[in-house]
Each structure stands twice: as structure tokens, then as C-alpha cells.
């Protein structure tokens, strides 16, 4: 059948009415697709930290070396007429030769002055070798570890030789002497820094690079050789750490231009604002500007440093542009090196850049060590040009006529570049180069609101836009703004700090220093401020108190908890999330603010969040009551008492819709538990003997041998595919761990009728002791034990309890832990084993040590029963449980059950797919059944003292680290869903178009009328007996449960999509399921008759099969063999899950707030055996055991809303369906075969039709006006809305027309006329309307 291929070729029929249902789709509100559903709860993955400088450095002194001998022309070079004469602006031969020399040294101190003010300077003019080493030790030795500068200007001796010498004089000036480079090298030390501005001083470079390699070989062989005379010296320090800047290359000659400066490169590295103008003068370009001359440049006004003048503006932006060259060009970690450590360093390499710039255009290549790539060609200088062009061209008004200085438009149009990167760019692409730009303009009072703003949206794109901002040196700016105190930056800071928070908590400790905080509280507590700014401003001050003591100090100081206090009721979700974070971050063991918290009643304050619509909320307020009753400090009655009534407030959550929740709330009672250890101690020690001496009723004991389901003997089942819920299920890590899980598991089929006490869970415990050797890898308390005590401690004389109240909060919480225990959701199970076999480790341990080594009293469980039928276990590939004693029982083929007379063995480990064992091998199920004593488990190396603690104090759930992923994530981004481009937006678009398809084709069939319908479409064999059907409402996925397992068919293609285990415990069976947002991205719920809810994703695709979440839909069921289980309702319009069953109340939640909203007493004493609602006129009908059909107006109060009852039906109702239509009615029939219609508004019926007696299932046709019964006695009976029978279908096609088994289950498909049966032989087969109508 190519029904769905067909369709979508069809050409739009009718589009105006496709239309209006794509609509409606759009409207429908989806279920768990939170963030919290399809996301790890967990925080960012921390980012290498490379921003922060590991070693600041400064340069504190500075030797600056003339060898000028003016007058006398070294003999090795031969100069030009004119000739380059300028040393530092100086002509030397415009004075006596020794005024000259002084003048010129005094200048160029005041050059480097500039740069760095604060250094010690010494001069040697034309020294001798001993003068240049007293020079460079006395200033390494003043300077210790920081940086020294060593200039030489070498213009008046000969060129460096290849031998690695420079040329310095003797005492009388006759002649030339050599200076070693490697003796320089070792006076100086290092740090240092090298300037040499003469002729080849590329040379200099080569040479001090092969010195230094030859310092570190010799090194190495004298720490080989003791002998060798370096052994016994200091270590000389490594020349690695030393930078060089060299004038020209190793063949070259410094530019001879009488229009330039002699030192031309030492003035671009100390005056290169005076020399770059001078240098453009000298292009031809410059003769567009007219009427600027050399002279005019001398004259421009302004300082340097003061960034209004002319002057200090061009000064600025050359910075900013050197600045972004050098950002764009070298490798991340040498800018940070260069640009970043050094404020002395960074300029002389801005200048640098500078003087490649201008050098190259006299043939001349600058050197450096390290070595840069080529900048003179990058885009920016032309930027640099610009700006020289419009300040020049300004000049000569400026100077004749006083006109005033228009400022540079440069900062503002790189700001609008930023801006363009920033809105056009696409999602992958290179860093925006103008980020540097950005942050010097954050110095400027004009420019700063643009600045903050685009840096925002910036910061926004994500964690590495961040590391990239930090990479640049943006930290000590913000961290300066936070002293300004103009509020129109006040948003834009916050946002920004929240974004480098939230990548980088360890700035805490830097906002603390610098007073930051108080910023941020100003603004929490500032009620103009709009709620997400506030958010903001408390996430930020979460981090700051986040485990660091002075944050915790100076914000309880700086009034935190009143102020968030004053916020809890905020109607902003976020922030009273994050108020509450902080909270329960600012007293996580800091007893000053949990006392004043007590002072301002904090923790009853948060009790009101505990039924806060959003789960997210809630969760943060579980989180702050947990860390408030978890301090160390001592504790007195006044606080005992506190932490009671905090314990019993938390225990409420117990059933709360969220899983995320209910971690939160097992980590937060676990830190009651660390706190009153020893009086949980003596709880688990008497459950534990409770447990002991107190035989429960389990299905399991009165089961008779022979009773298995049939499911076991099926030869052919099929491989299934193992499951992890999203929460990652732990693989089981040895083969060790992995057998001993699979010898706990003794899983026994459920028997016969069994006795239940009330509010029990009844489970087979046919042996189980509770204390095992404390092996490293495995539980003292099993899943079967905490079970059994869970139903002991509800109906047993616990009374007798030594110095503790039977009622006492500690038994109190000890068995809301044991309830969690049992929870549905793995992750909340696994946190709740761990803390009650922590306690019950401790309580065995320090209760009994003389037990804990004699073997007899350990293997008190008896071997197991005949009854048990050997160790069942799950199957690892995520099957149901399957009894076994071989190898197989990991592999995918299913073995036969074995014979009771065999032994149980050990099955030897199989690596399961994927190294995933599903929920079953999580704990150990029972204890073994031949347990070792302590003797086996010492020589396996487990000694019972090396048992591992299962609770630190530090258990936690990743909430908050989660919750902090929403700051370092985009937040101005479009989200993908309403990106109309987007892949997730036209999947959904296809989706609804497919869905309007399916509805209007099978419209047109309805409408014709279906006048048979036994055309078998689909036949196959199910894995497991069919207990429950269920059709894809719009594509062709039929989903088939078994006792505890969900199988896939697509019954077009006739094939097997998925299988998979449901997690639900042994003794309970699935009862119900339904589709959610099946118009979009489905879900499947599953109910079991233990009142337990699953909800999966990925099933019936390539991926595998994933728990969304799980919860304890109705509480105090008890799951028997001959109940209606679990049954369900789901609302897609409204997000609301009609729950009932077993019980005496219809309870609705809302899975938009995953908590309940209403309960409905049904006020019968039977079960609820179906549910059906109808939103528009918010009726529920119940069908009930009694026979009884009860209607309830849900916006009514829980005491009037039964607005009818029909008795009429004199036995169990199997079906009670409400139409969906404005007057639509209601149809019930009975296990007696009467089908009733009633209107909801009469007391009687108004039809009866007689169908066959003994009905097993039913299902009414939503569309179709269909109804179809199924019965023990082999056959389905369709009929029309007439009650006239159009089919019976007594055989299968093929199969030599086998009969058709007693039918377990049957369902109509929402829309087509296709009918879905499952019979007690496992066939699962679909019947369809004849072929022509389709």
C-alpha cells in the first residue's frame, strides 16, 4: 500500500481548508520540548583559559648606549653628500662634539620617557667594554626578575662582525674595541629587551640566537658531568625569554636620505607620530593636501597624551590601528606576549610595525626576535592615511585663523564596520578585525554607549566570542567602567559582565577586589530597572559568592539576601530562578548568612516557590533549602528545628512531575542526611532489621512452578536495541561489575492473585538479605530490599524504634528516600541508592563489626526457591527479563527458560551494544543467591574498611552550572524554530502539510462510508504478547506493548522499526499509551499500573531510543493482575495528561508545569477502566468497574464537578468515549456486550445496541462512526454506527487461514478507517476498508 507516497504527490485539493488546518498545527502547544527535555542537565565545557596573563612584566630599567664619536666617520661605511645627520631630532654638528653627544643622549631618554616614566634610565656615551658591563650588571641586579632594555645606536663604529661583536672604544678614543654579544648576554641577563639601530644589525640577531643555543648544550652536558666547571656555577637564566629588534637585515645599510633622520628606526619606535607625519609629507600623495609643509607639521597642536588635541588624537589612533594590525596578524599567544605583558614592550612594538612600514620603503628590512609576518602591506594603514590626510588638510586654518579642530570621523566609521560584521556576517567566518578598535573606544566618553552596545551583541554570539573579547585585554576596561556611575551604561554592563561570567567564573575574585559587587547590587535593588536586567545583575552576584568566601563576605555586607528576598515573588521566571541560586549559593556553608537568612525568615520565604509553575524554579528553591539545612557548622535546637521543618516542607516534592526536581531534591535531603548522620544511622539500622524479620506477600511466592508467560518460549525474538534515557545510564565498566550486577538480578515472573497491603508496591523478594560484603562496586541495600522496606515500613510495628520517635522527621525522610529509590527516572533513583546505602554502609559498619566478618550471619537468604525458576535477568540489550543461565543472556538471541534443576551460574561477560547496559543492571536488583562471604570478597581485594564512600557532601546535580549555560549562550538570536530559513522550521512545515493531507484524504473515505472492513493490510509475529496498540495519528507507525516492552512496526512496509525495554519494574505491566504533539516531533507515553509515567523520544529511527522524563503519575496504586492498571487521557490542546485507574480520583496534570493541577474524586469505590476528555467543553467521562459511566466538569470544585452518573451498564465498562463535536455524545459499552449512547445533558440513555457478550476490548472509531468489539471467543465483530455488523473476522489471511487467537487489544487509527488487532498468540495483524475506497 503506497498510501503515504501517494499523498504526497497529490496535487492541493481544497487549499483554503489545508490551509486552516496548517493553522491550527502551528497553534498546538507542544509537550517536553523544554530545554530541560532534550539537553544534558550540565554545565559549559570550561574553556582553556589563555586571557589572563600568567606573568605580567615591566621593564624597570633601561641602558641606553651611544657609540656616536661625532665628528669621526666610522671607516666601513662610505656616506653620501648630503648625508642623514639627525640623531634624536639633533643635529650633532650644530654644537661642540661633546655637547652634542649629551644633548643627544638627554633626548632620546626623554623619547623613551614617553613610553615609560617610571623606569631607571642610565646613559653611557661612547663607552668602553668595562663600562657597558658595569652598566648591564648593576641594572640587572637592581631590576631581579623584570625586564631591562639594552639600546645601542652604533652609527659612529664600524658594522657588527659575523664572529657576533659589537664595536665599542677604548679610554682615549684611538680605537675600536670588540664587545662579545655573548658576554653582553650574560651581563644582561634575562628578561631583556635588545634595540640595535645600526648598519647590518641583523647580524647582532643571528649571532645571540647561536649563543644562546650554545649556553643551553653546554648546560646540558655540564648537568651530565659533575665535573665540568658550570656544574658547581648558578644556573644563567634562559635567553628564550629575550626580544630583539634590529634595524635592517644582515646585508643591509641604514638609509642614507638627508630628508630623514640619521636613527630613522629609533625614532619610528620612540617619536612615531612626528616621523610617520613627516614621512607622508615626503609621499607624493601628499601633495593633495595642500599648503602642509614640514615646517606646518612641527606646529600641530596638542599633546600626545591628551586624546582631545589634534596631537593626542592622531597618537590614539595609531594605537588603535597598530593595535588591530598586530591582533589580525600574529598567532594569539605571542600578542598576547608582546601586546599584552609589557606596557614598554607593546609600544616599542606598535612602533615597530611602524618602522617596517616606512623602512621597506628605503629597502630597508627591520628585524625581529621573535619574528613577525609582514604587516607594511595590511589594510589598516590605508585607514591611518586617511586620518593623517583629514587632520593635516586641517591645519593651516587651524594655525592662521584659529578655526576649531574637527575631530576624526575614524573611530565612529570603524565602530559602524564592527556593527556590518555584526549584522551581516554569517554564522562561520574569521573574528571581525575591528575588536581592538572597539575596545580603545570604550576610552572614549562619545563613543562608549555605541561601544558597550556593539561589544554586547558581540559577546552574544557565544563562549568564544567572549574568549576572544578577553584575548584582546577588554577585562581591565569593564572592570574600570563599573566605577562610573552613569546609568545609561548600567544595562549594557550588566549584560556584558553576565556574558564573561558566564564563561569565566574565576573573574569573581577580580569584581570582589575592585569592589564590583557593590555595582551589581546597586542594580538588583534598584526596582526601575527592567526584570532581566535584574536577572542579570543576580546571576552575576551568584557567581561572585559561588564556593569564594570574600564574595560570600562582601555581599552579605553589601545586603544580598534582603534584597533577593525582596524579589522571590518577582513574575519574571528567570530571576526568581536565579534569586533563589544565589541565595542558596551565598549560604552554602558560610553560617553568617545562613543566620541571617533565619533572621529573615529566607527559608520560609522560599517554601512559596516550592509550587512554582516553572519546574526550573522550583528546582533553584530545592537547591537553596538544601544548601541552607546543609552546613557543617555547629548545629543547636533553635537550628534542628529549622532543618526539620525545612526536611518535611522538601519531602512534599516527593511526587513531582520533573525528574529535574526530584535530584535537585535528593541531593538536597542528602545534605540533611551528611548532617544527622548518626540519627539515620539508627533509622536504616531498624528498617533494615524490620526488613529482615518480616515476610511480605509477593506474587512471587504463591506462583506455581509451571507459570510462564508464553513471551519466554518464543524462539524467534528479535534482537532489541538497547536504550538510554538522556541521562546517560552507566555502562557497567568491568566484566566483574557486569556479572556481579547480573547475578543481583533475580527477576521472577509475576504468579497468581496475590495479597496487597494498602499504599504498598508488591515485589518478588523470594531471598533477599540485606548486607553484603561491602564490595567497592556494589550496593549493600538492592533495589528489591529498599523496595521491601518501602512496603514494610507502611504497615509494620516500627514503634519499637530505640531513642527515635517511630514518626520521627528522620524516618520521615527516610522514606520519602526510599520511595525515590523506586523512581521511574533513572538519574533520580541512582542518586537516591546512593545516599541510603551510604547510610546503611556506615550503619552496618559501625553497628555490628563482629557481623560484618562472620560469614554465616551474612548468607542469611536462604538458596533460592524452587519457585524463582533460576536468575532472570534483563537482557543488556535493553529486553525484558528473560530467565537465563548462559552466555547468551548478554547476546541477542533469547534462550529457552532453563529447568529449575540447574544450577545458577555466573554468565560470563558479553560487551552489550554500544557498552550500555540499560536501567536493569544499574543496581543489583537482589542480593545473590549464593552469596560470598567476606572471605571470597578479601581475596578479591575488597576489604571492608576500602568501601567507598557514596555521598560526599558535594553530591550535586549540575543544576546551576545548566542554568548558567543560558548567559553564555546567544540570547538575541532568532531561535531556530521561528527562523523561517531554518532546517527545523521547514521540517515542521512538511510535517503539518503531510498531517493535512492525511486528514483531508481520509475524510474522503469517512465521508463515503466504510461498508466493510476486513482487508487485511498487516500481519506479524509481536516479540511479546500485545497488551496495548497504539497508530501514529499521521504517519504509518503502529506502536505495540507487551508486559514491559515497546515494539515499532511500519505497517505499510510491513517491517519491524524498534523494540526496546521500558524500565518498568518486574511486577507491574504496561496498561496504557498515547501519542504527544504526534503532529509534530512525537513522543510516546507509557503508563504502568504501578501509576509510573515514561516518556520517549528517538524511538522508531536511527538513533536510540531516549527517556524524556518519568513520574509518579497517580500514587498508591497497587498493581494486581486483574485491575484497569493505569489509564490516560491527553489533551494536546491544552497540555493537559488525565490520569486514573486503580484509584479513587481522576488526577489531571499539566506537563506545561509538570505538576498537578486538579484531583477529581470519582466518589466510587470500583476503578476508572477509561478516560475520555473533551477540552472545548472541559468534560471528562469516566467508564468504571461498577459499571458505572461518571461525567465531570473539571472548572468546577472537587465537590460538585460530578455533574452526572449512568448506572445502566450492569458490569465493567470497557469504553467510555465522548465525542469530540459541540453536542457530541457519549458511547460506553460493557464487558456484556451493550453499547449506550447517552447525551450529557439527559439522565437516560438514548440508544442501546446489543454486540456480542464476553468483550475483551473495543475501540470507537473517531471519524468513522465505527465501533469494534474483540472477545475471548476468537473473533472481531465490526459495527456501523446502526449497530449492524459489516465484518467479522474470525481467520488470518494466509497462515493456511490459522484462527484468529483470543484478542487481547484492539485500536481504530485516528483518521483512516484502519483497525489495529493484537491477540493472545502474539500476532499483531491490521485490518483495512476495501481496496477501491482507499
Known sequence: MKMDSDLLHSPAVGLAEEEEADMNDWKLPLAFMKKRHSEKIEGCKALAQSWRMKDRMKTVSVALVLCLNVGVDPPDVVKTSPCARLECWIDPLS?????????????????????????????????????????????????????????????????????????????????????????????????????????????????????????????????????????????????????????????????????????????????????????????????????????????????????????????????????????????????????????????????????????????????????????????????????????????????????????????????????????????????????????????????????????????????????????????PYVLKLLQSSARELRPLLVFIWAKILAVDSSCQADLVKDNGHKYFLSVLADSYMPAEHRTMAVFILAVIVNSYNTGQEACLQGNLIANCLEQLSDPHPLLRQWVAICLGRIWQNFDPARWCGVRDSAHEKLYTLLSDPIPEVRCAAVFALGTFVGNSAERTDHSTTIDHNVAMMLAQLINDGSPVVRKELVVALSHLVVQYESNFCTVALQFIEEEKNYTVPSPANTAEPGNLTPVRDSPAIPRLRSVNSYTNIRAATTARNLNKSLQNLNLNEEGGPAAFSPGNLSTSSSASSTLGSPDNDEYILSFETIDKMRRVSSYSSLNSLIGVSFNSVYTQIWRVLLHLAADPFPEVSDLAMKVLNSIAYKATMNARPQRILDSGSLTQSAPASPTSKGTHIHQAGGSPPMPSTSSSSLTNEVPKPPTREQPVTRPPYTPTLGGQAPHSHQFPRTRKMFDKGPEQAAEDGDEPGGHRNYISPALQTGLCDWSAKYFAQPVMKIPEEHDLESQVRMERQWRFLRNTRVRRQSRCITQRGVSRLDDQIFINRNPGVPSVVKFHPFNTCIAVADKDSICFWDWEKGERLDYFYNGNPRYTRITSMEYLNGHDCSLLLTATDDGALRIWKNFADQKNPEMVTAWQGLSDMLPTTRGAGMVVDWEQETGLLMTSGDVRVIRIWDTDREMKVQDIPTGADSCVTSLSCDSQRSLIVAGLGDGSVRVFDRRMGPNECRVMTYREHGAWVVKAHLQKETDGHIISVSVNGDVRFFEPRTPDSINVLQTVKGLTALDIHPQANLFACGSMNQFIAVYNANGDVISNIKYYDGFMGQRIGAISCLTFHPYWPHLAVGSNDYYMSIYSAEKRLR
Not at 217 to 237: G, T
Not at 265 to 280: D, E, N
Not at 436 to 450: K, Y
Open 95 to 475: 654644537m661642540s662634539p661633546q655637547k652634542a653627544l649629551e644633548t643627544i643622549g638627554a633626548n632620546l631618554q626623554k623619547q623613551y620617557e614617553n613610553w615609560q616614566p617610571r623606569a631607571r634610565y642610565k646613559q653611557s656615551l661612547d663607552p668602553t667594554v668595562d663600562e657597558v658591563k658595569k652598566l648591564c650588571t648593576s641594572l640587572r641586579r637592581n631590576a631581579k626578575e623584570e625586564r631591562v632594555l639594552f639600546h645601542y645606536n652604533g652609527h659612529g663604529v664600524p658594522r657588527p662582525t659575523v664572529n657576533g661583536e659589537i664595536w665599542v672604544f677604548n679610554k682615549n678614543y684611538t680605537q675600536y674595541i670588540p664587545l662579545s654579544i655573548y658576554d653582553l648576554q650574560t651581563w644582561m641577563g634575562s628578561p631583556s629587551i635588545f634595540v640595535y639601530d645600526c648598519s647590518n644589525a641583523g647580524i647582532i640577531v643571528k649571532s645571540f640566537k647561536q649563543f644562546a643555543l650554545q649556553r643551553e648544550q653546554e648546560l646540558e652536558v655540564a648537568a651530565i658531568n659533575p665535573s665540568h666547571p658550570l656544574a658547581q656555577m648558578p644556573l644563567p637564566p634562559s635567553m628564550k625569554n629575550c626580544i630583539q629588534l634590529a634595524a635592517c637585515e644582515a646585508s643591509e645599510l641604514l638609509p642614507m636620505n638627508p630628508d630623514l633622520p640619521a636613527d630613522l628606526f629609533t625614532s619610528c619606535l620612540t617619536t612615531p607620530i612626528k616621523i610617520a607625519l613627516r614621512w607622508f609629507c615626503m609621499q607624493k600623495s601628499a601633495k593633495l593636501v595642500p599648503g602642509v609643509t614640514l615646517d606646518l607639521i612641527e606646529k600641530i597642536p596638542g599633546r600626545l597624551n591628551d586624546r582631545r588635541t589634534p596631537l593626542g588624537e592622531l597618537n590614539w589612533i595609531f594605537t588603535a590601528i597598530t593595535d588591530t594590525i598586530a591582533w589580525n596578524v600574529l598567532p594569539r599567544d605571542l600578542f598576547q606576549k608582546l601586546f599584552r605583558q609589557d606596557l614598554l614592550v607593546a609600544s616599542l612594538f606598535r612602533n615597530f610595525l611602524l618602522a617596517e612600514r616606512i623602512m621597506r620603503s628605503y629597502n630597508c628590512t627591520p628585524v625581529s626576535s621573535p619574528r613577525l609576518p609582514p604587516t607594511y602591506m595590511h589594510a589598516m594603514w590605508q585607514a591611518w592615511d586617511l586620518a593623517v590626510d583629514i587632520c593635516l588638510s586641517q591645519l593651516p586654518t587651524i594655525i592662521e585663523e584659529g578655526t576649531a579642530f574637527r575631530h576624526s570621523p575614524f573611530f565612529a566609521e570603524q565602530l559602524t564596520a564592527f556593527q556590518v560584521w555584526l549584522t551581516m556576517g554569517v554564522e562561520n567566518r574569521n573574528p571581525p578585525e575591528q575588536l581592538p578598535i572597539v575596545l580603545q573606544v570604550l576610552l572614549s566618553q562619545v563613543h562608549r554607549l555605541r561601544a558597550l552596545d556593539l561589544l554586547g551583541r558581540f559577546l552574544d554570539l557565544g563562549p568564544w566570542a567572549v574568549s576572544l573579547a578577553l584575548s584582546v585585554g577588554i577585562f
